[in-house]
């Protein structure tokens, strides 16, 4: 590539030289022979052989001397790449050089290429060009950079840089390679001359002559003048900046020298003149690049440079050169160590100047020079944008202008500017010190200086933080220190956090030796360490410099701070400036510099609870309170210090009318309702997060962290947290301003959960304090309580406060005494004031329970206990504290000690024991000063007690649920505590009560704590009994007592009952057997027994302890209130049953005598006054009630225990007592009682046994029928004005009657039966009818009881049959008896009967079938009786109004008569009955039949199936027929009875309903006489309406059939298909006893049954006939109605086929036949009826009346 670039340019050279330059053409030709005849392989071997050849650029340095252009840049390119390849040979680098310098009077492009090969050049060659020949290489740059041509001029400045900084380089170089020697010159210094080598030479030389070029003086070596001075600026600069450590006065004395006698005084003479920009510029970065770099070695000059840079600053000079010095200040203040280098050479050396300290007073002075500037007022505001600002270059403005109307918005623009540091105007792109290719300054914004400030501020808070902060933490840890700090908040410093494993330093050991060990900490040395305090530290100097620093320049530094926190700031340079005052204070405060860290931690303090918002809220609504100043004392005051200037007041009051204005408006913001806004929760965050960060240092400073706290926790509760808006610093429109005002209002909710967590975070640190600070925290929080004096106050004051006179003193401020002191003055109302000290003692809550264990492992006093309990009852206790506080206070000591409860599980069982004293002790002590007597208390006031005592006792009660299982001691103080809710009241014994009771009244404080009392004792008797000592179970019965007997609270009082069964299920359970004796309880007053009882030696104490709970439960028993008294008697019966197994016979009696008939008595006497007139209805029904329960629980309890009571010898007498008793209740005559007594009575006998094992002798059963048979129980009158229901009551009875039964029945007389029936009888009438039941289809338990008694009773005594089935027919009666007779015993007749009826009708069936042989039954009518009631349903059958769902009673009544008839039919011809008697029978038989055959269809009920019934009525009456015919026909059966029979045969064989003619012939006197039949004959008037047939057609067939049967010949000789003889089964031979009975042959009997039948069957054919012959005539031809046509046939079949009795029916007159006299009587019928068949044509009728004719003629002989 050379070769080819080289040999075509050497051509080219030649060519154009041949005409006139021959020396050049010639030379040319020369170097390109030698370039042939070169055979390189490469461009390495290349170059080597041509840096040999000499001549080779011969023709090239030749072309440059000639001038010409095209020579020249031919020649310019070849040397180029010469030089690139280093292919020049070294002795003919001056003449290359000197043809460059040549060159450059050529083109752009060769000048450039020139340029391009010089760096190159002095790289290639760095040894060779030295001296002279780098000069001339240098002397080209400068030579160049003096044409016109831009792109030239400022390659070359740039090339010159690079040459002069390649010169610099070959020094370092030259410093690291070469030996000592090979000086080639010497050069002086401030202590004389010294020796350089080659390149230190050059660079000293060069650097001069730089420097005097730059101050416009001669060069001493370079060949050339004036060099712009800006060049020569940058050109030192650039040295200094890049090749510092050349300067160093350990290297090279020499540039040092240069440096004190030449740059530094020039730089700082030609500042104090006046520079332009441009100048300036390059000397600040010079001056800065000098302090930065070369401090050392310039100590005097640095500190003028600095001086005159703070003078600068602090002088009125152009913004520009104000903001150089201040970037200048910020680069210094972003370097920590050059901040604490200058201030170690300057502020700490006695004689130099305070440099730092200065420089930061300046900051003061810069920070409030222009107030309206920064938007200073009273509190951080938001920066607004000048309004008019943009205007000038908007689009709008242009065109306004272009049209010619200026001038319209412009006026205006100069008059507004920006208000406030915001990163949107106060910055600028690109800073001043960099602004080089500026010749005039920039516009600054007027807010950039104090941007600029600020950020100096932030810098230098920084940097103390990152060297200090990590000196605080021992070296092991210091990863794990930056790992949680880079987790930490960008506003918190993070608190410092030790590994628990780290090794302790001595200091360490010395603050944590007293510290609390604890499992759940997460740092184990929580003092961190003061890095003053460890002297061997390597960086012990540096940290005293730091701590100097902080010493001099805090006030300095607090008030720039002040001013900008009340400035108006966006939120970056906000959260920045509150950073930087975080981190400072923290790192004073590991210092333990307490002034400067207790001076920012009260500024940030205002600064979160402005004192403006504090009073606003505190005095909204009231009148201004005085203006005091808005510092107090603390420890340290800043106005001790000699910098009082600086103090806090001062800092922060504006100054100047703007200042004026701010004051106003602060004033005037009090008067509006203020709140706390985001950036003063930021502020509070940082607050926060110090005291996490120095919490074990902070001693008293405390107060100023939590006052602050609670202060923002007061406005945050008095303004209902509403998000309070940042201020905007101005009034003009600023949409940005608006959207970050907008957008910290939105942000308020997420600050507000920051600062809560802060809070937390806060308390949650102290747990690894050692005791020492806790305690101190612990003061600090209970210096919060306003503890108001304890002095009357007038009603209209606050009640929790008074006055205080004191006047606040001047200091640092604690951010609420002077508040707390204007609201005590204010007389303000009690919300703000109780929403502190709500603060305060829910902090006091918090950080106990945080330090539980801490507590609990250390002394009380030591640990703080102590103060944090004695605090919290002095609260609860206090009068003058408001209810809302007092309360506060009581909750959060309950929940400390549930926390302490449970923290103290872990704990050995003796420090457990000793710590639940402790904690029981302080509950206790609570409420020892609300039960003094002498507690003087409002009506308020004592609510508020009550309030209290029951927060404590509900504490109480959650103690014993959390840790009741493993409270080992205090447990008589537990008693104690649930014992305070009693006030006993002691009386003398007047007699106005019983012996047996109590001689101490209790009265509770108050109902409402009696629950709260109650649910421990509850607790203590369901959980914890087997925890309790012997000595508390005399404790918990009279516990239990006392809460029995309270009025207050009825349930409690019944609880406590069922807890005295668990307190004796528990004494019983701790032995096998109770000792119980009449020795034991022989004294009546119960004295001997608490003796006994509270002898934990005693043997017997459980037993008397089982007694005297008893005993006290018996006395409740007598309680006016029937629900306590009743659960008292439930559990007394209740506890005898479940351990009356551990019961002796002894044992029971002592406890039926001393308890059991003690209740009974005691019920009787209180009935006997309650029945008295005068008492209330309520309180008569309440003990009725508890009689029950009496009687039901000893019934119960007894019967359990038969067994065992009835070994004893006594039982005969309890027995006899028992039953006496029960006498007496019953003599009460109250139902509820009644049923109660035999209720007890039946289940007291049925546990007797009969037979071999009986347990009750003859007498003792007497005794129990005696008592039964009194009578049935009834109600007494005028009991009450309603229907009492006694079916209960009768049951009982009833129930009793069949265990007296069952024990007596083998005793049994008649007159027993007698009088049992009478009184079941009794029984059923006075029954009342019970609500929602009926009787109908099921009969109620009393109707069924009565009947399963009357089963059971015995029947083979003789007359018990009788009275049986007297009664049981009586039953059957009830239900069919006339409404008015029963009217008044059934009582509104809501009683049926109709269910017991049918069931007493099996009872009677069964009865009489099995004593049908028992002619009593019969003799004293018992047995008519009992066919009377069968016979009734039957009569009545479809006008019996009730249907039931089962079998209809008619139908029940006649299976029933059917069976008993059959049973007893043959036994009336057997036995001796007298004629009376069998007549009434058959009259009451014949009633039956009658009853079956007929019903009354015209209105059946619903749901009745006639058909169904006809067919039951036909079966029936077949089997009854059966059993009476012939019997019927007997003489003994009056001839009443007969025609009965007979006459209801005929009007119920009726199928059509006659004509009204013919119903006095069928229902009329005349119808029963044959005579009467001649009116038949007459014919009657013809009927059209055609009747329908009956409902019972079939059944009245039936009795047709029975008609014909019963006139028809039984005779033996008659035909037999004729006469058929009916079954005689019921008709037996005669009985020889029945001696007044004659026999009598059937025959006989049938003759009678037909002489009584015969008018009726020819009356009812005469019936058919006479309606044929009076109605068919008017049809015509058209024919008979079937149901007519066809009884006509079948009357007139039977009239042919019948052969009657010769002797039923009388002759006729002459004319003579046997059997066919009926046919002779209707004679005149049929022949009538013959002749209207024949006229109207009706074959059939006619043939059956033909047929009839004919045997008629047969009889007549035709």
């Not at 800006?230 to 540039?255: C, K, M, N, W, Y």
């Not at 065109?399 to 623009?413: F, K, P, R």
């Not at 406060?801 to 951010?815: A, D, H, I, V």
């Not at 029963?1568 to 009657?1580: E, F, M, Q, T, V």
């Amino acid at each position: 590539m050379t070769t080819q670039l080289l040999s075509s340019e050497l051509t080219n050279l030649i060519q154009e030289s041949k005409r006139k330059h021959n020396d050049l053409r010639q030379a040319a030709e020369k170097s390109l022979e030698e370039l042939k005849g070169i055979r390189a392989a490469n461009e390495a071997q290349l170059a080597a052989e041509l840096s040999q050849r000499v001549n080779f650029v011969n023709p090239f340095v030749i072309a440059c001397g000639t001038r010409n252009a095209k020579f020249t840049g031919i020649a310019i390119v070849c040397l180029s790449r010469l030089i690139l390849v280093t292919a020049l040979p070294r002795s003919k680098l001056s003449p290359v050089l000197e043809a460059l310098r040549e060159a450059t009077s050529a083109g752009l492009d060769v000048q450039l290429k020139i340029l391009q090969a010089l760096p190159t050049l002095l790289q290639n060659y760095s040894k060779e060009i030295q001296g002279d020949l780098l000069v001339t290489a240098l002397n080209i740059c400068f030579i160049l950079q003096t044409t016109k041509n831009g792109i030239v001029n400022n390659t070359s400045a740039a090339t010159l840089q690079q040459l002069v900084m390649t010169v610099f380089e070959k020094v370092a170089v030259e410093d690291k390679s070469a030996p000592d020697g090979n000086f080639v010159g010497s050069a002086p210094t401030g202590d004389g001359d010294v020796q350089l080598r080659a390149a230190a030479m050059d660079a000293y030389r060069i650097f001069q002559d730089i420097c005097l070029m730059t101050e416009n003086q001669r060069p001493e070596y370079l060949r050339f003048t004036g060099l712009p001075q800006t060049f020569g600026l940058e050109l030192i600069e650039s040295v200094l900046s890049q090749h510092a450590p050349i300067f160093a006065d350990s290297r090279h004395p020499e540039q040092a020298h240069i440096l004190r006698t030449r740059v530094m005084p020039f730089v700082i003479k030609a500042l104090s003149g006046k520079p332009n920009f441009a100048t300036s510029v390059r000397l600040v970065r010079i001056l800065y690049t000098l302090l930065r770099k070369h401090l050392e070695i310039l100590p005097s000059e640095g500190g003028e440079a600095l001086d005159t840079l703070t003078q600068l600053l602090d002088q009125d000079a152009a913004s520009w050169k104000r903001a150089l010095c201040m970037e200048v200040f910020r680069g210094i203040f972003s370097e920590p160590p050059l901040l604490r280098r200058i201030f170690t050479l300057y502020d700490s050396k006695e004689g130099e100047k305070p440099i730092l300290k200065n420089l930061t007073a300046t900051f003061v002075r810069v920070s409030t020079e222009k107030p309206s500037v920064i938007g200073l007022g009273h509190q951080s505001t938001i920066p607004v944008a000048n309004p008019y600002a943009n205007m000038g270059g908007s689009s709008d403005q242009a065109m306004l202008e272009a049209s010619g109307v200026t001038g319209i918005i412009s006026g205006s623009v100069s008059e507004g500017h920006n208000t406030g540091i915001s990163s949107q105007w106060s910055t600028v792109r690109v800073a001043c010190i960099d602004q080089l290719d500026k010749t005039e300054p920039p516009s600054v914004p007027e807010s950039y200086v104090y941007a600029l400030t600020l950020s100096c501020i932030t810098s230098l808070s920084e940097g103390l933080a990152k060297f200090i902060l990590p000196l605080t933490v021992p070296p092991d840890n210091r990863a794990r220190k930056r790992a949680k700090q880079s987790e930490s908040g960008r506003e918190s410093p993070a608190p410092t956090e030790d590994d628990s494993n780290a090794p302790k330093t001595a200091v360490e050991r010395a603050a944590t030796m007293n510290s609390i060990e604890r499992s759940g900490s997460f740092k184990k040395n929580p003092v961190p360490l003061n890095p003053l305090a460890v002297k061997d530290h390597p960086l012990h100097t540096e940290v005293k410099i730091c701590a100097a620093i902080i010493d001099e320049c805090w006030p300095a530094i607090l008030a720039t701070c002040s001013t900008f926190l009340n400035a108006a700031l966006d939120s970056e340079y906000y959260h920045g400036l509150v950073r930087a005052f975080q981190k400072f204070a923290h790192v004073a405060g590991l210092l333990h510099l307490a002034t400067p860290r207790d001076a920012f931690l009260t500024t940030l303090g205002k600064a979160a609870v402005p004192p403006n918002v504090f009073t606003a809220c505190l005095n909204s609504g009231a009148p201004k309170p005085p203006v005091s100043s808005p510092v107090s004392e603390t420890p340290n005051s800043i106005l001790s210090n000699a910098r009082g200037l600086l103090s806090v007041d001062t800092l922060v009051t504006p100054v100047g009318a703007a200042g004026e204005r701010q004051r106003q408006a602060s004033m005037d913001a009090n008067t509006v309702p203020q709140t706390l806004n985001t950036r003063n929760l930021l502020c509070l965050r940082a607050l926060l997060n110090l005291g996490i960060a120095l919490g074990p240092t902070l001693s008293s400073s405390w107060s100023i962290v939590l006052e602050t706290l609670q202060q923002a926790d007061f406005v945050l509760f008095t303004t209902g947290k509403s998000p309070g808006r940042t201020p905007i610093a101005g009034k003009g429109p600023d949409p940005k301003a608006e959207h970050e005002a907008a957008s910290l209002l939105a942000n308020f909710s997420t600050e507000i959960r920051a600062v809560e967590t802060a809070a937390s975070r806060l308390f949650e640190s102290t747990v690894d304090f050692p005791n020492g600070p806790f305690v101190e925290v612990v003061d600090a929080i209970c210096g919060l309580l306003d503890q108001p004096a304890e002095t009357p106050s007038e009603p209209s004051s606050r009640p929790q406060s008074s006055p205080s006179l004191t006047p606040p003193m001047q200091g640092l401020r604690t951010p609420s005494g002077q508040h707390r002191r204007l609201v005590s003055v204010s007389g303000m109302a009690p919300t703000g004031p109780s929403q502190e000290d709500q603060f305060a003692l829910a902090k006091i809550g918090e950080i106990a329970t945080i330090n539980i264990e801490r507590l609990l492992s250390y002394p009380p006093d030591v640990s703080g206990w102590t103060r944090i309990t004695t605090e919290l009852i002095s609260a609860l206790s206090s009068v003058t504290f408001p209810t809302q506080i007092r309360t506060r206070a009581a909750e959060i000591l309950v929940h400390l000690i549930l926390d302490a409860a449970k923290a103290v599980g872990g704990f050995d069982d003796e420090t457990r024991g000793r710590v639940q004293l402790r904690l029981l002790e302080a509950l206790r002590d609570s409420l020892l000063p609300l039960q003094m007597e002498d507690r003087a208390v409002s009506v308020a006031t004592h609510s508020t007690d009550i309030d209290i005592h029951k927060i404590i006792l509900e504490g109480l009660k959650s103690l014993l649920d959390d840790s009741g299982d493993v409270l080992l001691s205090g447990w008589e103080i537990t008693f104690e505590i649930i014992g305070s809710i009693f006030i006993p009241k002691r009386f003398g014994n007047d007699g106005a009560r019983d012996a047996d009771s109590q001689s101490l009244a209790l009265t509770t404080r108050s109902g409402k704590l009696i629950r709260s009392a109650f649910n421990s004792l509850q607790l203590i008797c369901s959980d914890f009994l087997g925890s309790l000592p012997k000595s508390c179970f005399l404790i918990l019965v009279d516990t239990l007592y006392k809460f029995c007997s309270q009025d207050d609270d009825l349930n409690i009082a019944l609880t406590t009952v069922t807890f005295f069964w668990v307190l004796s299920d528990f004494l019983s359970g701790r032995s096998k057997s109770l000792p119980i004796t009449d020795n034991l309880v022989d004294d009546p007053d119960g004295v001997s027994l608490v003796e006994k009882a509270s002898n934990a030696e005693d043997a017997s104490s459980d037993a008397a302890l089982w007694m005297l709970l008893l005993l006290r439960l018996t006395t409740v028993t007598t309680d006016q209130r029937l629900d306590l008294r009743n659960s008292a008697i439930h559990t007394l019966l209740r506890i005898f049953d479940a351990y009356g197994d551990k019961l002796g016979p002894e044992a029971w009696s002592v406890c039926i005598k001393s308890v059991i008939f003690k209740l009974l008595s005691s019920m009787e006497k209180e009935l006997e006054d309650v029945s008295k007139s005068g008492v209330d209805e309520k309180v008569r029904y309440d003990w009725h009630d508890t009689a029950v329960v009496v009687l039901n629980g000893i019934s119960t309890l007894l019967a359990n225990y038969l067994d065992v009571l009835t070994v004893h010898p006594t039982f005969n007498s309890y027995w006899q007592q028992l039953l006496g008793h029960f006498a007496s209740l019953l003599d009460f005559q109250v139902l509820e009682i009644s049923t109660a007594t035999f209720k007890a009575l039946t289940q007291m006998l049925s546990q007797s046994q009969t037979g071999t094992k009986q347990n009750f002798n003859k007498t003792t059963i007497e005794l129990a029928w005696d008592l039964w048979s009194r009578g049935v129980p009834v109600s007494k009158t005028g009991n009450t004005g309603k229907i009492t229901d006694n079916q209960n009551c009768l049951l009982a009875y009833v129930a009793a009657l069949r265990d007296v039964y069952r024990l007596i029945q083998v005793n049994l007389t008649v007159d027993h039966i007698r009088r049992m029936l009478t009184l079941l009888r009794e029984v059923m009438q006075l029954a009342t009818p019970g609500a929602y039941v009926a009787d109908i289809d099921h009969v109620t338990p009393l109707q069924g009881q009565v009947l399963e008694v009357i089963k059971l009773l015995r029947t083979d005594l003789p007359g018990a049959p009788s009275a049986l089935i007297s009664q049981t027919s009586e039953f059957i009666s009830l239900a069919f008896i006339e409404e008015h007779g029963m009217s008044n015993q059934r009582n509104s007749q809501k009683r049926t009967y109709v269910a017991m009826s049918k069931a007493s009708m099996s009872i009677l069936q069964s009865l009489i079938v099995e004593h049908a042989s028992d002619v009593n039954i019969y003799s004293d009518g018992a047995f008519l009786t009992a066919l009377t009631a069968l016979s009734k349903p039957i009569v009545l059958k479809y006008r019996f109004p009730i249907i039931t769902k089962t079998e209809q009673p008619w139908k029940l009544s006649t299976t029933s008569a059917l069976v008993i008839l059959e049973a007893t039919l043959p036994q009336l011809h057997k036995l001796d009955i007298s004629r009376s008697n069998l007549q009434d029978i058959w009259e009451m038989i014949v009633t039956i039949a009658n009853g079956v055959i007929s019903a009354d269809c015209d209105a059946p009920p619903d749901r009745v199936n006639i058909a169904e019934d006809q067919d039951f009525d036909i079966s029936s009456f077949l089997k009854l027929r059966e059993l009476i015919i012939p019997s019927l026909g007997a003489e003994v059966v009056a001839d009443k009875t007969r025609k009965v029979f007979a006459e209801n045969l005929f009007r119920m064989s009726i199928i059509h309903t006659p004509a009204p003619a013919e119903s006095s012939l069928i229902y009329g006197d005349n119808g029963g006489d044959i005579i009467g039949l001649s009116n038949l004959y007459k014919p009657r008037r013809g009927r059209t309406i055609d009747p329908p047939p009956t409902k019972r057609e079939r059944m009245c067939y039936i009795c047709v059939d029975e008609l014909f049967a019963l006139v028809t010949n039984h005779n033996e000789a008659s035909t037999p298909h004729i006469t058929v003889q009916p079954p005689t089964p019921a008709f037996p031979p005669p009985n020889a006893s029945a001696a007044n009975l004659p026999f009598e042959a059937p025959h006989t009997l049938h003759v009678r049954l037909a002489r009584t039948a015969a008018p009726y069957l020819i009356l009812r054919a005469a019936l058919t006939l006479r309606a044929y012959i009076a109605d068919q005539p008017l049809r015509g031809h058209m024919p008979q109605p079937l149901s007519q046509r066809k009884e006509l046939a079948r009357m007139l079949e039977r009239l042919v086929e019948l052969k009657s009795e010769p002797e039923a029916i009388p002759d006729t007159p002459n004319v003579e036949s046997e059997s066919r006299k009926h046919l002779l009587r209707l004679y005149p019928l049929l022949v009538s009826a013959t002749r209207v068949a024949g006229t109207s044509g009706d074959e059939g009728v006619l043939k059956l009346l033909t047929k009839a004719l004919e045997v008629i003629g047969s009889e007549l002989g035709i």
